[in-house]
């Protein structure tokens, strides 16, 4: 499996939002691109009938369940769900956002993507690509001074760390002077270098370099960019690492070190590991643990758990086991909480008291440490024994305690099965109704679906009408275009066919050719999470297109006689008929034996 391009420059990550880049490019895009090439770019298809199947890049399989439609520009995992357009295979394979993977993208076509934001945005794009070039530079300039530096050499050498893994991930040196910086930059004087968080300046204007006489570790984002620095002291002088400011393309609360090292090692091994120096992610991987980050000397954040969490199912964080170790395995326990979903798992691993990853992996080797990964901490074991360590769960007082400080962690759990599993728990250790914590804790059961009830089955089996008009319509998004306003206000009478309704306004307006398109179009809906699961149903099975055209249309023949029957009867049962009426009656009897294949409908009589 191949790493994702790095051609271009990214964005910052702060405006990574859909609604910068104008529908009508994303859906002119995705008739360019063809998925089949986008996906092969990275995971080898093989083509089977009408489809291409591979094993899932996203989860491990011995036999292939994941499928390509070129038909419909869709990908679906049969095995873990996964699912989406070429746009989602690039933001789920990449672990980028939706900006950086249509960007992406339209450069392999040689497209260029329109931006509807300020002149102001757009000038801090053009300055971040600008800041890119220039750290760069300066991470060349510090690798070529580490061939120089004896001691500095010397120093990684007694870490144990290889010329291999130093060139793996960048690894420079900064020269102890004032301006050495001057050698790769002439122009010392540069706004750029202050940008980018080289240089500091003082209040009577006078430069010099940030970082001096110091490892340094080049912060690389997800599409290979140098963003910024970490630098380690020689010595014992304090700070012992010292970071790049934020800049317009850093920002230290966002960034993971070492993640776009790790990512092929993550997905192989379907976790990530979260540690706390660069040096203990470099040692790792020197010892062949490469699935390995850092935050970067800051608290995880819930920005971090997502990124981590796009990567792999499972993250384990692994602190030391004294009181700092605890302090910040609980914050990244809060970071974590609201991200958790199901068949997402976060554990926490302590090592013993004096031993960090980077000594642990050097003491055992890399099965001493993945054995100890094994026992990492589930975070519902963690959260349990923290709240309930100092507490007497044998008297009352102790037990409402319990409830009291879960509840401002209990609530910021998403409403899924993890969260009816923690107050479970919870309820069973306080010795209450689940439902007495639930109230207390302010909220009840499962959420009711967002979309309306469908009309109750014909028998048992078959699918209501307006699933059956949203699988053809993902068929093929002609027939949704095609829909006459005669039809759609038949369809908008009903509200089980509201997202029938939906899906026809947006073909209408995007103009849509492919189910992938269609579902592109819809990304960010209410429903985009319906269509999408009727589209994985359809894939295994697609049809011709004038089949679906003569079952569309035997559908909506079927649901117009519905109506006019209705009508019919609502005529017929009226205790009086005016002339209005009766005029009514004749054109719906009319109509309802055409439905009916001609057969005479009673006519109540003048």
Not at 319 to 329: K, P, S
Not at 546 to 562: I, T, Y
């Amino acid at each position: 499996m191949r790493s994702l391009s790095t051609r271009g420059s990214a964005g910052t990550g702060a405006d990574d939002t859909p609604h910068m880049i104008p529908q009508s490019f994303v859906q002119a895009l995705l008739n360019r691109v063809d998925i089949v090439d986008v996906v092969d770019r990275y995971v080898k298809l093989k083509r089977t009938g009408s489809n291409y199947v591979a094993c899932c890049p996203f989860h491990s399989e011995k036999s292939p369940s994941f499928t390509v439609s070129p038909t419909k520009q869709f990908y679906h995992c049969f095995g873990c769900g996964a699912h989406g357009t070429a746009i989602s295979f690039m933001m789920e394979y990449g672990g980028v956002g939706f900006v950086d993977a249509v960007k992406d993208l339209a450069q392999s076509v040689g497209m260029t993507v329109p931006d509807e934001r300020s002149e102001h945005s757009q000038r801090r794009t053009e300055q971040s690509e600008d800041l890119h070039a220039v750290l760069l530079a300066a991470a060349r300039y510090y690798r070529a001074c580490l061939k120089e530096a004896t001691h500095a050499v010397a120093y990684l050498k007694s870490r144990g760390l290889s010329g291999e893994i130093a060139k793996r991930f960048g690894i420079g040196y900064a020269p102890d002077g004032w301006q050495s910086l001057r050698t790769a930059f002439p122009d010392y004087g540069a706004q750029a270098l202050l940008a980018a968080g080289l240089v500091k300046q003082n209040e009577e204007g006078k430069r010099h370099d940030f970082f001096r006489d110091r490892i340094m570790f080049p912060i690389v984002d997800l599409r290979g960019n140098v963003i910024g620095f970490g630098g380690r002291v020689l010595g014992s002088s304090e700070p012992k690492y010292l970071n790049s400011p934020d800049t317009p393309v850093f920002e230290k609360g966002r960034e993971l070190y070492g993640l776009y090292q790790a990512r092929r090692a993550i997905r192989e091994a379907g976790r990530v590991l979260v540690v706390e120096g660069y040096m203990d992610v470099v040692a790792l991987a020197q010892y062949g643990v490469e699935y390995a980050v850092a935050t970067l000397g800051t608290a995880t954040t819930g920005l971090h758990v997502q990124k981590l969490l796009r990567q792999a199912d499972e993250v384990v964080f692994s602190f030391d086991g004294d009181a700092a170790g605890r302090r910040a395995a609980w914050r990244a326990l809060e970071g974590s909480l609201p991200e958790l979903t199901d068949g997402k798992q976060v554990r926490f691993l302590f090592l013993p008291q004096g031993q960090d990853p980077d000594s642990y992996v050097r003491g055992h080797g890399k099965a001493g440490f993945e054995a100890a990964l094994e026992q990492a901490l589930p975070l519902s074991r963690y959260l349990m024994d923290e709240l309930t360590a100092h507490l007497d769960l044998s008297s009352a007082e102790g037990r409402a305690a319990l409830v009291h400080a879960a509840k401002p962690l209990v609530t910021r759990l998403q409403n899924n099965a993890f969260r009816v599993q923690i107050v479970r728990e919870l309820a069973q250790r306080a010795r209450l109704e689940v439902g007495e914590v639930e109230a207390l804790c302010g909220f009840g059961t499962v959420e009711k679906k967002k979309w309306p009830s469908p009309t109750p089955l014909r028998r048992r089996g078959s699918p209501p009408l307006w699933k059956t008009l949203l699988r053809l319509m993902l068929d093929a998004p002609q027939l949704a275009r095609d829909v006459t306003s005669e039809q759609r206000r038949l369809l908008e009478a009903d509200p089980a066919y509201g997202p029938v309704v939906a899906l026809v306004d947006v073909a209408k307006t995007t103009g849509v050719s492919t189910a992938g398109a269609l579902l592109e179009a819809v990304r960010g809906s209410p429903f985009a999470e319906l269509y999408a699961e009727i589209a994985r149903d359809a894939l295994a099975s697609p049809a011709e297109f004038e089949g679906a055209r003569a079952d569309f249309d035997g559908v909506m023949a079927k649901l117009e006689l519905s109506s006019v029957e209705a009508q019919y009867r609502q005529l017929c049962g009226q205790p009086t008929v005016s002339v209005e009426d009766r005029e009514r009656l004749q054109v719906v009897s009319r109509r309802l034996a055409e439905l009916k294949g001609g057969v005479r409908v009673g006519v109540v009589p003048p």
